[in-house]
């Protein structure tokens, strides 16, 4: 088997990491701008929503998924992929679509057009000459996005009074599991919060060390 592509993938996830650029890339994973508002724009939200915290608290973040909520809010709905759209995700790079979607976002504010990738160019530089496809109706323009997806008020509405409430959670006790022993017991008993992913570790700002130094 080949290497060589590896090897180059990692010299040059490695090239970002280094030099006066670093903290600001660091920056930009702890606030999460630059993978979030693409996953929020193709309605992959739950699952990745959940994913996406665990990556930033590797990386050092506090945001959590808090902060990954506060992101779905921006993005258009451009993409409808499922299991909320009509389409998979193969069907995206068979219309060009990650390259379109990213440009759709930038033209819409996000994400941050000047944060450097591994090409060693920014963003909107790789982007400039993407054009939109009229042959596709995959990714809608951020003007006129998917009706009915986002930007809810994230409130839940329930008939019920502050007594009731009180009376609930007076009455509530952790479930019992049945996973008392084997892989899954081990699982439980080292895995983090779900608003940090579900990391078994305590995350990036408890390193001592960076591995993308190795």
């Not at 090239?15 to 670093?22: D, K, L």
């Not at 379109?100 to 591994?118: E, F, N, Q, R, Y």
């Not at 007076?170 to 608003?195: C, D, E, F, I, M």
């Amino acid at each position: 088997m080949d290497a060589k592509p590896n090897i180059e993938s990692r010299l040059l996830g490695r090239h970002v990491m280094e030099g006066p650029e670093r903290e600001s890339h660091r920056s930009d994973l702890d606030a999460m701008g630059l993978t979030t508002p693409l996953v929020a724009a193709s309605d992959a939200a739950t699952n990745a929503a959940l994913h996406l915290p665990a990556i930033v608290h590797e990386c050092g973040s506090k945001s959590g998924l808090l902060g990954v909520a506060e992101i779905f809010k921006k993005p258009p709905y451009a993409a409808g992929l499922k299991p909320g759209g009509r389409d998979v995700a193969k069907d995206m790079p068979e219309v060009e679509g990650i390259p379109l979607l990213m440009k759709t976002l930038l033209d819409h504010g996000t994400p941050h057009g000047d944060s450097i990738t591994v090409t060693d160019l920014p963003i909107a530089e790789n982007l400039k000459t993407v054009k939109r496809n009229p042959h596709q109706d995959i990714v809608f323009a951020a003007d006129k996005p998917i009706p009915g997806g986002g930007a809810d008020d994230g409130i839940f509405n329930a008939e019920l009074t502050d007594k009731e409430l009180a009376a609930r959670k007076s009455k509530w006790k952790p479930r019992a599991t049945n996973n008392t022993s084997g892989v899954l017991w081990t699982y439980a008993h080292q895995v983090g919060p779900a608003v940090d992913g579900g990391a078994p570790h305590p995350g990036g700002t408890h390193e001592k060390q960076c591995y993308a130094d190795i």
